[in-house]
């Protein structure tokens, strides 16, 4: 979707259905922390969507459950930065709490170069096609389709 008027309609499978308009990127921030490092922030971040998803009624566990998100943001996250510091990685992942896993050499992130892009540049990792493939295996062919599944409850595009 590449206009303002276009709108997605997701459904988080929480409290209610998101509205979005124009286009819409997940972005995913990278640390260098080492996996296992990672690993325990999914643990203790994940119980805010074990909270959510084993909840009666949505409304009832909210509170708890964003007392329990900025108590990793604020302590727990910070304490694992610091334990990342002492144990130091060669790779990025994605940032903690992130239940995604993607181990990358920091070598193939820095220094961004910068590649034409419509009318300008734009700033992309150093090694983009080696991390792509890492992550995708031959990602300039199309996959085969094992079935997919909608992430959203509706799509409007003008």
Known sequence: MRDRNSQLFERNGYDRVWKEHG??????????????????????????????????RIEDVMPRVRRWANFNRRIIFPILRGLAHIFSTRYYDFALGI????????????????VPY?????????????????????????????????????????
């Open 23 to 56: 286009i819409w990127v997940d972005i995913f921030p990278l640390e260098a922390v080492p996996l296992w490092i990672h690993k325990l922030s999914n643990l203790t971040f994940g119980h805010t969507y074990k909270m959510v998803r084993t909840a009666p």
């Open 99 to 114: 239940p995604y896993f993607q181990k990358s050499l920091k070598d193939d992130y820095l220094p961004v170069r910068r």
């Open 118 to 158: 419509e009318h300008t540049t734009a700033p992309i990792m150093k090694e983009a096609e080696k991390c792509l493939a890492y992550r995708y295996g031959d990602y300039m062919q199309l996959p085969k389709n094992p079935g997919s599944e909608y992430h959203s409850e509706d799509i409007i595009i003008h």
